[in-house]
């Protein structure tokens, strides 16, 4: 019966600074899309350990170093497309190649970026953020 009980428990966001949450909501939706960040807390709405992710990923990464006036949107997602590139994360680069469009990049500064990422990182991680980049270009009719 506790077990049952403990599945019905839905958790829900339990952030440490609520205007950062807020604050990191609002950016994370505005880049990478609404559906897709509802998507991610519904999935994390039956487990506790997970929402603890979504929290400090949207309190801190999206409320606290996104929404610092020191850099621009457009500025951000070049960092993050080359260090997710750099690191060969294949899935989160997919996610923030359509986050960086979404944010004005084009793909003539996408090809630039993951250029300098063959000279500073090496071929393979090139390689791979082009195929990445490929594949967005068409699913978004670029």
Same mark, same amino acid.
């Not at 949450?21 to 505005?30: I, Q, T, V």
């Not at 063959?118 to 699913?139: M, N, Q, R, W």
């Given at each position: 019966?506790?077990?049952?009980?403990? +599945?019905?428990?839905?958790?829900?966001?339990?952030?440490?600074?609520?205007?950062?949450? /807020? /604050?990191?909501?609002k950016?994370?939706?505005?880049?990478?899309?609404?559906?897709y960040?509802?998507?991610s807390?519904?999935?994390?709405?039956? /487990?506790?350990?997970?929402?603890?992710?979504? /929290?400090?990923?949207?309190?801190?990464? !999206?409320?606290?170093? !996104?929404?610092?006036?020191?850099? @621009?949107?457009? @500025?951000?997602?070049?960092l993050?497309?080359?260090?997710?590139?750099?690191?060969?994360?294949?899935?989160?680069l997919?996610?923030?190649?359509?986050?960086?469009?979404?944010?004005?990049?084009?793909?003539?500064?996408?090809?630039?970026?993951?250029?300098?990422?063959?000279?500073?990182?090496?071929?393979?991680a @090139?390689?791979?953020?082009?195929?990445?980049? @490929?594949?967005?270009? +068409?699913?978004?009719?670029?």
């Amino acid at each position: 019966m506790a077990a049952a009980n403990a +599945k019905a428990k839905k958790a829900k966001p339990n952030p440490r600074n609520k205007k950062l949450y /807020d /604050d990191g909501m609002k950016m994370r939706k505005a880049v990478l899309g609404a559906a897709y960040v509802d998507n991610s807390l519904a999935g994390a709405a039956n /487990d506790d350990f997970m929402m603890a992710f979504q /929290d400090i990923t949207t309190e801190y990464c !999206w409320g606290y170093a !996104w929404t610092r006036p020191g850099l @621009s949107k457009k @500025s951000r997602s070049m960092l993050n497309l080359a260090m997710l590139a750099a690191l060969n994360r294949g899935p989160e680069l997919k996610l923030h190649i359509n986050g960086a469009l979404n944010n004005g990049l084009t793909k003539e500064e996408i090809k630039e970026i993951f250029l300098q990422v063959a000279i500073y990182c090496g071929i393979p991680a @090139s390689l791979d953020a082009f195929k990445t980049a @490929s594949g967005v270009f +068409k699913e978004r009719g670029i």
